[in-house]
């Protein structure tokens, strides 16, 4: 490493700007309110409140510009930063398990990119926020010791857009741009009944038929979480590509307006994760994610920035599961789960509704505006919960391809885990009352990538499979029964 690298660094000036971009966005539709409902008390006020906020960011990113230095040497990344309370982190450059750059479109305009340095553990990491692309780009190269040649595992295909009308939360986006319209409207204190067309839009609405009114509802709100689905799909996944470096990191490239680059050490990879959800899995597609130390998997943020794939084909998710993995551990038959854990999730599925029926036609008898027949809504539920039950006792499943363990399970949202069989460090074991009726339990694998479950495995049937999986690690906490005395003649 030169010398340069051993000097202390400091962020490109103009992050003052990309800090200002940020509250732009508020400032300008406060303005717009003021524009539609007039220069009132109630309006100008809150946009004097955010010009103010906009003046204050640009002084809060200057201090952090003049006072942030940052620093790679042959063994650390340091980082300094703070004015009147100094802060100095640092991390070891054997311990940085992933590099994230980031580009905002006002990043891209400035030919900046944020820089996200992830040691795999809680707020362990480092963030430049914002270098040079050209430097961005040196840093991550640098501390994953990459090259410029690499090998495509993926690259986004233009039918693949498709499976974006398959999301769902394509009911929510729909949704969104009016809850988000009235929000404004809201904390700007303006009433809807004072907005000229508004009030017109209402009086038609008001004259239509019911029924009428709710099918272009149900229309307009689907066709804008269609469109709105589709745009999303587009600006997170645009020109998407996996690669493979020649040092084993995996190198993930997507975004339209905010370009985002990820680098994963192939040397904190614990596994693959196959996400299968209802829609998708109809239309023949399925997501897939890594398994990285140090993740949670339950942190939306976290659990995006591991992914391997856009919603794309099953089939090409698979390929690409097999490469990362070396095999295909996906593929593998699974072991079914006991018939106990089918009568248990039928269980599961009757019994609500069965408590359900009987309160609301007591409701319905007792209170006249509660229309009658509702508790039929409830017993028409086990025509949608039964087939959920069902499939979600088939889709039950657990076995092992090699070095990994696989597990399966999930009716809405199907998933299936590849997980390191050494990366296991504990045996998480749970009975609920109703599984020790019908003697189950649930099964977890603790990994420094997530814990991995086998739900509802007969009680037998799962410690063996824990011993066989991992040899020795769940022996000294078996009882094992005595032996049967001889039988004296």
């Avoid at 054997?94 to 305009?109: E, K, S, Y």
């Avoid at 997530?450 to 063996?464: L, N, P, S």
């Avoid at 078996?478 to 049967?484: D, E, F, K, M, Y």
Wanted: charged letters at 20%; proline letters at 7%.
């Amino acid at each position: 490493m030169n010398h340069a690298d051993q000097e202390w660094g400091r962020l490109d000036g103009r992050t003052v700007v990309t800090g200002v971009s940020y509250v732009t966005g508020p400032v300008i539709a406060a303005g717009a309110v003021v524009a539609v409902a007039g220069p009132t008390l109630r309006t100008v006020i809150p946009l004097l409140a955010l010009l103010a906020v906009l003046a204050g960011t640009a002084v809060l990113f200057s201090l952090r510009y003049a006072t942030t230095r940052y620093r790679i040497t042959d063994d650390r990344v340091e980082l300094r930063s703070g004015l009147l309370f100094r802060r100095h982190r640092s991390i070891p450059r054997d311990r940085v398990r992933a590099v994230d750059l980031t580009a905002g479109p006002a990043h891209r305009l400035l030919g900046l990119a944020v820089v996200r340095i992830d040691a795999g553990e809680q707020q362990a990491g480092l963030r430049l926020d914002a270098i040079s692309r050209s430097r961005a780009e040196s840093v991550r190269a640098l501390l994953l010791a990459g090259s410029t040649a690499e090998s495509t595992l993926a690259a986004l295909r233009p039918g693949w857009i498709g499976f974006a009308l398959l999301s769902s939360w394509t009911p929510l986006i729909g949704l969104a741009p009016f809850g988000a319209f009235f929000r404004v409207l809201d904390i700007f204190g303006v009433e809807p009944a004072e907005v000229g067309f508004l009030r017109e839009a209402w009086g038609e609405v008001s004259a239509a038929p019911p029924l009428l009114v709710a099918v272009l509802a149900v229309l307009i709100v689907a066709v804008i979480g269609l469109v709105g689905a589709l745009a999303l799909y587009v600006e997170v996944w645009w020109r998407f590509s996996l690669s493979r470096e020649p040092g084993g990191a995996y190198r993930v490239r997507r975004g339209l307006l905010a370009t985002r680059s990820l680098s994963l050490e192939a040397g904190r990879l614990r596994g693959v994760e196959l996400a299968e959800p209802i829609p998708l899995r109809w239309g023949g597609g399925a997501r897939l994610r890594a398994l990285v130390a140090g993740v949670d998997p339950d942190d939306d943020e976290e659990r995006t920035s591991t992914a391997l794939l856009p919603p794309a084909p099953r089939a090409t998710a698979l390929r690409v599961a097999t490469q990362v993995l070396g095999g295909p551990a996906l593929a593998v038959p699974l072991r079914p789960h006991p018939r106990q854990a089918l009568r248990l999730r039928l269980f599961r599925a009757v019994w609500p509704l069965a408590l359900a029926v009987p309160a609301l036609a007591g409701l319905g008898w007792w209170l006249s505006w509660v229309p009658d027949a509702l508790w039929m809504i409830a017993a028409a539920g086990v025509l949608i919960t039964l087939p959920l039950a069902v499939d979600a006792y088939r889709n039950l499943g657990h076995g092992l391809a090699g070095p990994y363990l696989v597990t399966r399970y999930g009716a809405a949202r199907r998933r299936t885990v590849a997980s390191r069989r050494d990366g296991v460090i504990g045996w998480v074991i749970g009975r609920s009352p109703a599984q020790r009726r019908r003697g189950l339990m649930t099964l977890a694998a603790a990994t420094a990538a997530g814990t991995h479950r086998m739900k509802d495995v007969g009680v037998g049937e799962g410690v063996a499979f824990a011993e066989e999986a991992v040899p020795g690690l769940l022996a000294p906490f078996l009882v094992h029964a005595p032996s049967p005395a001889p039988v004296r003649s």
